[in-house]
Every structure is written in structure tokens, then in C-alpha cells.
């Protein structure tokens, strides 16, 4: 790989979008990433970054670009980072805007009782009954805690019902099984 150039790569398979580049910051090819999670261990621990052009605004690369990052680290509530690409200001601005994606299977492992949202996402969630809830769509932040978006259908409806990722109603998370017990009841 040639230093200073954006060389082409194929995004993995299991690529998870975790963020998106705001600017160039200082004069020495480092930029500021907006990570989506309050805690972006995984831009921290992936040593290579894949972006995508924005979706919207200015596109200064096409296609999918890899980046062997540096060193990457908190500032404020940011992230910045240098890649060996990227040798200066000019080179991080063009990167503004671009979509950064990293392996699934480069994110560190959780602890015990910890999950990634996107490996919740798709999950069928039941009650300790064994009726079927919805299958979670999405997590929201409401504060001090999560709260998980399911998805169901009720009459040809589409419809949502939202359960507190919290201990007194999670009982368990089977990722194998790709299942989601909790004490809950539809008509809650």
C-alpha cells in the first residue's frame, strides 16, 4: 500500500457501520470521527477502517476505501484518528463526511451480559410463556437505559412495542438461538 493514497478494498461481510468522519483536525492527517455508540471500543480496537463516501454532500473517492489506522483515541465526545494514508490536512478533509464501516469480527469481546445492539438486531423475543413479542428492529437510548424496538404484526398491521433492556424484565439473551426471553406480557 502506497503511503498517502486511498487504496480500493472490499467491505467484509460482517461490516457494521460505527460512525462517520466530521473534519480534518490539526495540520498532521488527523480527523474527527462521530462515533455512533457512546462507547466506541470498536474504533479503538480495529486496526482497519473501511470507508464509503457520504451519502449526501461532497465525494472526494468512490467505492469502498481501506485505512490502517495508527492510532485512534477519545477527545471530548469524539474520536480521533491517523491512518497511514493519511499524511496531512488536505488528505483528511477529503475524507469528510465518509462513512466508516469495521468487521464485525474485529469488535472486541463483551463482557458477561453485555451485547452490541447490532447483535440484537433480528433477534425473536418471547415472553416466559413462550408467546411471541416481535422481533427487535432497533434499540433506543432513552437515558439510564436501553430500550428495545420490536416489531410485530397484529391484524395486518404493522406494529411496535417497546420492552426496557433491563434485568428485571430480560431473563435471557441466547444469541445462538437468536432469541430474546423476557417477562413481559402483549398487553403491557
Not at 467491505?11 to 455512533?36: C, M, S, T
Not at 463516501?53 to 474520536?79: C, M, N, W, Y
Not at 438461538?177 to 403491557?188: L, N
Request: proline share 7%; charged share 25%.
Amino acid at each position: 500500500m502506497t503511503p498517502g493514497a486511498l487504496e480500493p478494498a472490499e467491505l467484509p461481510p460482517d461490516a457494521v457501520e460505527v460512525g462517520r468522519v466530521l473534519d480534518a483536525w490539526g495540520i498532521k492527517g488527523w480527523f474527527k470521527v462521530q462515533p455512533y455508540s457512546a462507547s466506541p471500543e470498536a474504533l479503538f480496537s480495529s486496526k482497519r477502517w473501511f470507508l464509503q463516501p457520504p451519502e449526501r454532500g461532497a465525494r472526494h473517492f468512490t467505492g469502498t476505501v481501506g485505512l490502517s489506522i495508527k492510532q485512534a483515541r477519545e477527545h471530548a465526545d469524539t474520536v480521533v484518528a491517523t491512518a497511514h494514508e493519511v499524511l496531512d490536512r488536505t488528505a483528511a478533509e477529503a475524507l469528510k463526511g465518509a462513512r466508516i464501516f469495521i468487521a464485525r469480527s474485529s469488535f472486541p469481546t463483551p463482557a458477561e451480559g453485555e451485547y452490541y445492539w447490532v447483535d440484537l438486531i433480528g433477534l425473536a423475543v418471547v415472553n416466559r410463556e413462550g408467546v411471541a413479542l416481535g422481533e427487535v428492529t432497533d434499540l433506543m437510548a432513552t437515558g439510564p437505559q436501553q430500550v428495545l424496538v420490536l416489531g410485530y404484526q397484529e391484524e395486518g398491521k404493522s406494529l411496535e412495542r417497546l420492552i426496557p433492556f433491563v434485568d428485571a424484565f430480560v431473563d435471557d439473551v441466547d444469541l445462538a438461538a437468536r432469541r430474546i426471553t423476557v417477562d413481559w406480557q402483549p398487553d403491557y
